[in-house]
């Protein structure tokens, strides 16, 4: 059986090996990026099938790599885990703020979790909306 790809995006080194090394124990194949730029590269190259987004980075951050995601023909399929350590009320509040023209609005991301991800968890939820997508 092929193992699923999933795109971890954080500007951390320690959480994208952590977070790399819990997809790539549990048989997914990991690949990091450090920042929304290459992040966007690397999913033109691997087609994922998840991308797990950091918000917080420097550059673009991932809000605005998620905004380019979900308005390229290509990526906008992907699914998405945001993963933050800003609170989710906080995020979707600040989705919110950026949807005010309806004709600009982005649809809210597959799942969100806050850091540190519990690996369980966030394996749980991978699964599910890796899954919702394929069906």
Same mark, same amino acid.
């Given at each position: %059986?092929?193992?699923?790809?999933?795109?971890?995006?954080?500007?951390?080194?320690? %959480?994208?090996?952590?977070?790399?090394?819990?997809?790539?124990?549990?048989?997914?194949?990991?690949?990091?990026?450090?920042?929304?730029?290459?992040?966007?590269?690397?999913?033109?190259?691997?087609?994922?099938?998840?991308?797990?987004?950091?918000?917080?980075?420097?550059?673009?951050?991932?809000?605005? %790599?998620?905004?380019? #995601?979900?308005?390229?023909?290509?990526?906008?399929?992907?699914?998405?885990? %945001?993963?933050?350590?800003?609170?989710?009320?906080?995020?979707?509040?600040? #989705?919110?703020?950026?949807?005010?023209?309806?004709?600009?609005?982005?649809?809210?991301?597959?799942?969100?979790?806050?850091?540190?991800?519990?690996?369980?968890?966030?394996?749980?939820?991978?699964?599910?909306?890796?899954?919702?997508?394929?069906?």
């Amino acid at each position: %059986m092929k193992k699923k790809k999933v795109l971890v995006v954080d500007d951390e080194l320690d %959480m994208r090996i952590f977070i790399s090394t819990v997809f790539e124990t549990s048989g997914y194949e990991a690949v990091a990026a450090r920042d929304g730029r290459e992040g966007l590269r690397r999913a033109r190259e691997m087609a994922p099938d998840l991308i797990v987004l950091d918000i917080m980075m420097p550059g673009e951050g991932g809000v605005l %790599m998620y905004r380019h #995601l979900r308005t390229d023909e290509q990526l906008r399929e992907i699914p998405v885990i %945001m993963l933050s350590g800003v609170g989710k009320k906080t995020f979707y509040h600040y #989705l919110s703020m950026m949807n005010i023209k309806p004709e600009d609005a982005i649809p809210e991301p597959e799942a969100y979790l806050e850091k540190p991800p519990n690996p369980e968890e966030l394996l749980e939820i991978a699964d599910i909306v890796i899954r919702k997508t394929t069906a």
